[in-house]
């Protein structure tokens, strides 16, 4: 079994894979990029496994002229730069004790224990510099047919790690085949350990569900969440009903993927505490949800709080609903969200001041605004001049 890729036949690529190889040790690509090729889907990055030891993996990059950054050697993670590129070298590892949260690894010599390690089995698919596979737990079939599963026992693979249940979600929305339904021993065991989730911080908890609900479409996994109990556990009383309805109108009107669109419209109790939300996402959520919940016409809620979020409200309320959102309202939120509202204080200020000032501001906002952003500076000046 062989790929061929762009990716893969780049020169510092190759450079960097005939270093290890050239001094005698092994050098495969692993991981998103042999999977996504198999599955005719974008890389983005390229990680490299190899048996040499991290000191070893430095001292090859530093004399063939590259900048080797020790960026978890710990762990095992080298990081060599060359130029316009940079990859994740990792020694070959096996767990010697997990509790859950973090493993403790020793290096291997073998990419078989490697493999036995890493979470599902298409992503323990490597590759060589010449594009030969090697395939030690099965993954090359699994990707081929878009099927998600544990590499060995899944009960196993989560009390390792307690954040793969929520791995297995995400990486369902994004690889799985969703007509094909999931693995049913993976089910059974997420269902049977979601206790363990308890043990995972809340900012790893929030990472993974917002990269979930950046998926093309996480209806079918999220749906999958609530009946396992995973989503109650993480975030009590969010309900995925909505979801499958709100892409499907993001779909109608050509928007992407957004997951502070579909958090808005999954619900939830304390969702910024309870998924560890950045300062600015608890903000933009706040703001979706006060949107939906308060509906003005597009373009007003576009002058007041921009496009994107005008969209994002109406959408959210839309789903709800059941009923779609106006075709035009991409349109009108942009042409809400240009607008600039022509009059300023300087305008008034040799006629009034103090609260008179900021009150007739507001009058002529208001008129504006129900004239649907037509009246001009002239027409608004004259009305306050009939006030005076």
Known sequence: ????????????????????????????????????????????????????????????????????????IDHGTVTVVTGSAAFEITTFRKDVETDGRRAVVAFSDTLNEDAQ????????IYADRDGQIADPVGG??????????????????????????????????WYGDTDQGPDPDAVAAIAELTGLLDRLSRERVGAEMMKLLSAPDPAASLALMKH?????????????????????FEGQLDLAPDPLRRLAALGGEDTAKNLRLSRRE???????????????????AAYRHGADAAIDGALVLAAGLG??????????????????????????????????????????????????????????????????
Request: net charge neutral.
């Open 1 to 72: 079994m062989r790929i061929r890729a762009e990716w893969l036949a780049q020169g510092e690529l190759q450079r960097v894979l005939g270093l290890l190889q050239d001094a005698g040790y092994q050098a495969w690509t692993v991981g998103g990029c042999v999977r996504n090729t198999l599955m005719g889907m974008p890389v983005a990055d390229v990680d490299i496994a190899t048996d040499a030891r991290p000191g070893h993996v430095m001292e090859l990059a530093g004399a063939a002229g590259f900048r080797a950054v020790p960026t978890g």
């Open 117 to 124: 390690r890493r979470d599902f089995t298409m992503n323990a």
């Open 140 to 173: 090359y079939a699994d990707a081929g047919a878009r099927r998600l599963r544990f590499i060995g026992d899944a009960h196993d693979r989560i009390r390792e790690d307690a954040l793969r249940s929520l791995r297995f979600f995400r990486f369902y929305a």
């Open 228 to 248: 396992t109990g995973v989503l109650s556990h993480i975030l009590p009383g969010a309900d995925p009903d909505t979801i499958g309805v709100l892409v499907a």
């Open 282 to 300: 608890e903000a933009g959520l706040r703001l979706r949800r006060e949107i939906a919940a308060g509906p003005e016409p597009a373009g007003q």
């Open 323 to 388: 009923s779609p959102p106006p075709a035009d309202l991409v349109a009108e939120a942009r042409r809400g969200g240009a607008q600039k509202f022509p009059v300023a204080a300087a305008d008034l200020i040799d006629r009034m001041q103090g609260p008179a000032l900021g009150q007739c501001l507001n009058r002529l906002e208001a008129r504006w605004l129900a004239s649907d952003f037509t009246m001009t500076r002239d027409d608004l000046l004259a009305i306050a001049a009939a006030h005076d």
